[in-house]
């Protein structure tokens, strides 16, 4: 099976930054998503990372290290609208995507 | 555009009924999913097709069964439900097995 881990619970205030951290061990690996998705929502996407290194999209970055299994997603100047949990996902050698538990962030005001 | 639809958006259910759930996408996507998710375990995968008439099986398929008879359509189905399918269900898909997955918007299932 795989072992993705990521923090349950985060706040942060808005205007401020976030660092949500990810740790994997898997069979293979083809990959890691990042996905948002707000309470009683489904999960949209975010960010895609295969390569060593950082990706950015906007106020989203996403960080890969693949040698030590390991990624973040960054959120910059953050807004009430991004209070949401953010899923780590990582595809295995099958091309099959798990899922971490995922990580509540709160923005206060 | 619609994407991904689910139906029923939520359901309740007696134990040992039996009941399909449904899922349709009009993006001609080869691959769908089915996962559920429960509090503190997220999201895992029940079945997969990769493409139509193709399935497998995926992490917790035990209780549960798919049929991919056509690209579009992608029925789960609980052949007797008991009280720890209660969870909601995320129906997904993608390209191909090298995309991003789309996700529909859920049914909720609760099993008495």
């Known amino acids: 099976g795989q072992n993705i881990d990521q923090p349950t619970e985060m706040t942060a205030t808005e205007g401020a930054i976030v660092q949500i951290n990810c740790t994997y061990q898997?069979?293979?690996?083809?990959?890691l998503f990042w996905y948002q998705q707000h309470a009683g929502e489904a999960p949209t996407f975010l960010s895609y990372?295969?390569?060593?290194g950082l990706e950015e999209k906007g106020r989203f970055s996403s960080f890969l290290s693949r040698s030590k299994g390991y990624s973040y997603l960054l959120l910059k100047e953050l807004q009430m609208k991004d209070s949401a949990s953010y899923l780590c996902?990582?595809?295995?050698?099958?091309?099959?995507?798990?899922f971490g538990a995922g990580t509540t962030v709160t923005v206060r005001a | 555009i619609a994407g991904i639809t689910q139906a029923p958006t939520s359901q309740i259910l007696a134990a040992g009924r039996r009941m399909t759930l449904r899922c349709t996408q009009d993006m001609r996507h080869n691959a769908m999913y089915w996962y559920r998710q429960d509090l503190g375990l997220g999201l895992r995968l029940i079945h997969y097709?990769?493409?139509?008439?193709?399935?497998g099986k995926g992490e917790v398929p035990d209780g549960y069964s798919v049929s991919r008879a056509n690209t579009d359509d992608f029925p789960l189905t609980l052949a007797s439900a008991v009280p720890s399918q209660t969870s909601v269900y995320f129906c997904?898909?993608?390209?191909?097995?090298?995309?991003?997955?789309?996700f529909g918007p859920g049914t909720r299932l609760t099993v008495l």
């Open positions: 997904a898909s993608s390209e191909g097995t090298a995309n991003e997955q789309f």
């Open positions: 898997t069979s293979g690996f083809n990959g």
């Open positions: 996902a990582v595809r295995d050698g099958d091309y099959k995507l798990s």
């Open positions: 990372n295969v390569l060593d």
């Open positions: 097709s990769n493409t139509a008439g193709t399935t």
